[in-house]
């Protein structure tokens, strides 16, 4: 079955510092869906990027699509406190509806 | 707009004993969803339902998960009975519609602990 792939599982940046987290889908997703969970929260939809080699900005954080529509990638400029969380990555398969979750990727932020 | 409210939000049992978990989604959204959310993983699709049919359960368990949806609204989820892997957060979403591109809307899930 489909497999969505994070890298790298945790993070630690200085407050200031950049941070980058990857996805990668072992099947071409007709979207890519990007959640952020607070510790002890629950996931909160961010993005959707849905053509090939799209890129969005949401002030500080920046969503790119592969131009295979198999990978992703958030980039945050300049992390603040509020930052943390773990950021998942989720896509559905070209032929499917279902949401498939990668792992996420941890990020704290030191201060 | 109220949320997805979930109850209750903890639960601990022992093995073999059962539980079931309540779902109220966002009003006017007929996609509903339950996740499993292990510790340390991404979230993963137990069923979906779309109003009061099932649109995907291939992941659900059903030898001792259950769920439904009666009127198209709230939806149960029963698990019977259960096992120490069972112990995770259960999340419910829900959405406008069931296509790909809808945004799910996520409640504050259900922390199971079994003993």
């Known amino acids: 079955g489909q497999q969505v792939m994070q890298i790298p599982q945790y993070q630690h940046v200085q407050e200031g510092e950049d941070f980058t987290t990857y996805c990668n889908s072992s099947?071409?997703?007709?979207?890519i869906q990007w959640y952020k969970q607070r510790p002890g929260g629950h996931p909160v939809f961010l993005i959707q990027l849905v053509k090939s080699g799209e890129v969005k900005k949401q002030k500080r954080l920046t969503f790119q699509f592969g131009e295979a529509k198999k990978n992703s990638s958030l980039h945050i400029t300049a992390t603040q406190t509020t930052d943390v969380g773990t950021y998942f990555c989720?896509?559905?398969?070209?032929?499917?509806?279902?949401?498939?979750f990668g792992a996420g990727t941890i990020l704290r932020v030191k201060s | 707009e109220a949320g997805v409210a979930q109850s209750p939000r903890y639960k601990i049992i022992e093995k073999r004993q059962s539980v079931a978990f309540w779902c109220n989604p966002i009003s006017g959204h007929a996609t509903l969803y339950w996740y499993q959310q292990i510790l340390g993983q991404g979230p993963k699709l137990l069923i979906q339902f779309q109003n009061n049919g099932v649109v995907d359960d291939s992941q659900l368990p059903k030898d001792r998960f259950s769920a439904e949806r009666l009127k198209g609204v709230d939806s149960t989820l029963k698990i019977q009975p259960a096992k120490l892997e069972d112990s995770a957060v259960y999340l419910c979403?829900?959405?406008?519609?069931?296509?790909?591109?809808?945004?799910?809307?996520f409640g504050p899930g259900t922390r199971l602990t079994v003993l």
């Open positions: 989720a896509g559905p398969p070209r032929s499917g509806n279902k949401l498939v």
């Open positions: 979403a829900s959405s406008l519609d069931t296509g790909p591109h809808n945004e799910q809307f």
């Open positions: 099947t071409t997703l007709s979207n």
